[in-house]
Structures are given as structure tokens and as C-alpha cells.
């Protein structure tokens, strides 16, 4: 079967070094085909079969998928509905990762001959890159300097608040493993501790135990108490709050508990390790 190849210097725009689109249809498209620019896909609503690198997958409402250059893929709707896709030149992929730089793994984004990279939002976060995909226009035609800033500000945002879910999937292969680390990662749910982790995966906590075994080589416990560990250390950092007030903040409920863990993992008390860390660039390279 011919594979049809296109070419970013008839697709993106030289302005914006973008390209959008509302579609309900693929009728102007020729499948399969492939790309030497990155592209973004939102399905609104109704259900879409992709087929990319010889991989399969049935996707419905809330799916943002992540193209990459040379993917070869088809498309074709399930059930009737409308997607949104956002195209972007190879140049300003590579500017976005250079900015985040190395703590956002981005090889585990654009790894070749790999399933493409696929998140699945919530109704609020859908109808969230939905309003600022419509927002683009009521941009004048002529401002193009706006249009590449809204659209840069967007791409940024699905690449960070959205993409880096991807990671822990990457790690685990659990969809919703992944979306349970990424919700203990707020702090309300953090400072909830357990009874969040429980309510939140709808899971039992013998089960939980063993994916946590499994794949973060901790207790569920241990996890939440590392993950308030650094939330604490980074207050007593970047914060003048008493540290019984951030104590409490992380979710620990007993101070004497808190300075036994922080020790264990820091080698220091709380007050030592704020006044080492403004006075020293000791976690300069840790």
C-alpha cells in the first residue's frame, strides 16, 4: 500500500510555524500517511481507530494523541463525532524540550517505532483545550504575533500538564496507575494521604500494595511519605513558614514522627537542613 508523505512546508504555517484545525471528517486526507512535523489530535466526540506504526487502537471521546515525524498512521471514525488537531514544526518541539529541559524526559515521548503516545482526559480537561482552541479564533487574521503566542502557550500546556502523564505509563503499563501518581501529586490529596490513594483508584489496599511493590518498589506508604518529605523539604527551602506549619501541611499529624522520617532520608533535622540548604549550594547537584 503507498504511504503518502507530508510535508511541513505545505502544511505549517510560516508564521505561526503551526497549524490548526476543527474537523469532523478525513475526507481531504490521504491514509496511510506520515509527516516530518509533529501533530496533536483531540477527539471531541464519537470514537476514531488509529493505526500507527502497525499498532492498533480504538479511541473515544477525551483521547489526545501525540504524533510524531515519521509515524505512519490512518484514521477513520467509528462513530461520528469531531476532532482537533494542532500541527507543529519539528523546530519548535525540539525549542519546547530544550526549555524544559532535562528533568521532562522527552525520549520517552518520541521514541520511533512505538505506540503513539496517547493520554485520556476527563470531560473538564477536554472541554478545557476545546475553549482555547475555539478562543484561537477570535484572533484577528492579521495579528499573526497573538496567534503564535496563544498557540505556543497551548502546546506547552498539553506537553506539560497533560503529556507528562505518559511517563509513569511508560514505567508501569497501568492507565490507571498512572492517573493515580499523577493525583497524589496535589497537595490536598497529598496532605488526605491513604484514604485519597484508596478513594481515588478504587482499589483495595493488599492490591495497591502489590502494584506499588511492583512498580515503585515502596508501600503505598512509603510512597505518600516520600512524597510529603519532598513537598516539606522544598518548603523549608523556598518558604520563611514554621516548620510546624509545614509539618502540618505535608500531612503529618505527629511533629516527632515528622523530624524521625526527615532524617532518615535528609541526615539532618528540618532546621539544619533549612539553614544549610541558604547557606550553601549543597543541593545544587543532587
Not at 22 to 33: A, R, V
Not at 47 to 59: A, G, H, P
Not at 235 to 263: E, K, Q, T
Request: with cysteine.
Amino acid at each position: 500500500m503507498k504511504t503518502f508523505r507530508q510535508q511541513e512546508i505545505d502544511i505549517i504555517d510560516p508564521n505561526t510555524e503551526m497549524h490548526y484545525a476543527i474537523l469532523s471528517s478525513f475526507q481531504n486526507t490521504d491514509f496511510p500517511h506520515s509527516h516530518d512535523f509533529f501533530e496533536f489530535f483531540l477527539i471531541v466526540e464519537g470514537s476514531q481507530e488509529l493505526i500507527c506504526n502497525q499498532y492498533s487502537m480504538d479511541l473515544g471521546s477525551g483521547a489526545l494523541v501525540l504524533i510524531r515525524p515519521n509515524d505512519i498512521h490512518s484514521r477513520r471514525y467509528l462513530k461520528s463525532g469531531y476532532h482537533i488537531n494542532i500541527a507543529f514544526s519539528s523546530a519548535i518541539a525540539r525549542a519546547l524540550f530544550d526549555y524544559l529541559g532535562d528533568g521532562y524526559p522527552s525520549e520517552v515521548l518520541i521514541s520511533p517505532d512505538t505506540p503513539p503516545p496517547y493520554v485520556m482526559l476527563n470531560q473538564t480537561e477536554r472541554e478545557r483545550i476545546e475553549r482555547r482552541m475555539k478562543e484561537l479564533y477570535t484572533v484577528s487574521l492579521t495579528d499573526l504575533s497573538l496567534q503564535r503566542t496563544k498557540l505556543r502557550t497551548l502546546i506547552l500546556d498539553i506537553f506539560v500538564h497533560y503529556f507528562s502523564r505518559c511517563f509513569h505509563r511508560q514505567q508501569t503499563g497501568e492507565g490507571w496507575f498512572e492517573n493515580l501518581l499523577q493525583e497524589m501529586e496535589k497537595p490536598s490529596n497529598l496532605s488526605e494521604g491513604l484514604p485519597a490513594l484508596l478513594r481515588i483508584s478504587k482499589k483495595s489496599h493488599e492490591y495497591l500494595c502489590r502494584i506499588f511493590r511492583q512498580y515503585q518498589d515502596l508501600t503505598p506508604t512509603q510512597y505518600i511519605n516520600d512524597l510529603r518529605l519532598n513537598y516539606a523539604a522544598n518548603f523549608l527551602i523556598h518558604s520563611d513558614l514554621p516548620i510546624l506549619d509545614i509539618c502540618m501541611m505535608a500531612g503529618f499529624d505527629n511533629l516527632s514522627h515528622f523530624y524521625h522520617l526527615f532524617r532518615k532520608k535528609y541526615h539532618m533535622t528540618p532546621r539544619q537542613f533549612r539553614h544549610t540548604a541558604h547557606h550553601s549550594d549543597m543541593f545544587a547537584n543532587m
